[in-house]
């Protein structure tokens, strides 16, 4: 059964403090690792997609980077409107669709 | 370009009711996914549906059902509500499962009650 394991649950930090978000992974024939932001009752937000180990990806603050186990969402020099859940989701090769993290809740202080 | 359209966004039913959820996918997509959120199980996948073929199916009970029409747009219904049904109904669309990321719509607050 694939799993998804994201940690922390919840992190606060200080505008401009840079961290890590991590999203463990165990699927079957990995076919892609997505990153979603979530902010309160919307949807998902698509970040990125990554396919094999090794490949990273960025965005304005946020780097997302595939070992063959995790996935790691760096956070450079947050902002307060960085604050928002952030959830990992694998697509394995079976036919269960995308098996979610629970997500990390990020909050950013001015 | 318009996004994925969830209606309604909000609905409270009564316990042993049915109800029927839509989902219009961005244009040019043919794959819309279900998926359920809710606190204590996160996201949960429910179904996928391909050029109106359900391709894949969570692990749900039989009251969960979908189905897309020719111009992609889905919809979901789940009969005899009950309370452990309230959830954040959310719809993804991709213009091909897994090559791209998934964009989702806002969804659909659900209430049972």
């Known amino acids: 059964e694939d799993q998804v394991t994201q940690s922390p649950e919840a992190l606060r930090l200080q505008e401009g403090e840079s961290s890590s978000l991590n999203c463990s992974y165990t699927v079957s024939g990995l076919r892609g690792l997505f990153w979603y932001r979530q902010d309160p009752g919307k949807g998902p937000e698509f970040l990125f997609t990554l396919y094999s180990a090794g490949e990273e990806k960025e965005k304005e603050r946020l780097k997302a980077t595939l070992t063959k186990k995790e996935s790691f969402l760096h956070i450079t020099a947050p902002k307060p409107e960085d604050s928002a859940t952030y959830l990992c989701?694998?697509?394995?090769?079976?036919?269960?669709?995308?098996?979610f993290g629970k997500g990390t809740h990020l909050i950013i202080q001015p | 370009k318009a996004g994925v359209t969830q209606t309604p966004r909000y609905l409270i039913k009564t316990r042993g009711q049915q109800v029927t959820l839509s989902c219009s996918p961005i244009s040019g997509h043919r794959s819309v996914s279900w998926y359920q959120q809710t606190p204590g199980q996160g996201l949960q996948f429910l179904f996928e549906y391909f050029s109106e073929t359900q391709r894949n199916k969570g692990n749900f009970p039989g009251r969960f059902s979908g189905r897309q029409f020719s111009n992609s747009r889905s919809e979901m219904n789940v009969s005899t509500l009950e309370l452990g049904d309230s959830a954040l109904y959310l719809c993804?669309?991709?213009?091909?499962?897994?090559?791209?990321?998934?964009?989702f719509g806002s969804g659909t607050r659900l209430t049972v009650v």
């Open positions: 989701a694998a697509r394995g090769g079976g036919a269960d669709g995308l098996t």
């Open positions: 993804a669309s991709s213009s091909e499962t897994v090559l791209y990321g998934y964009t």
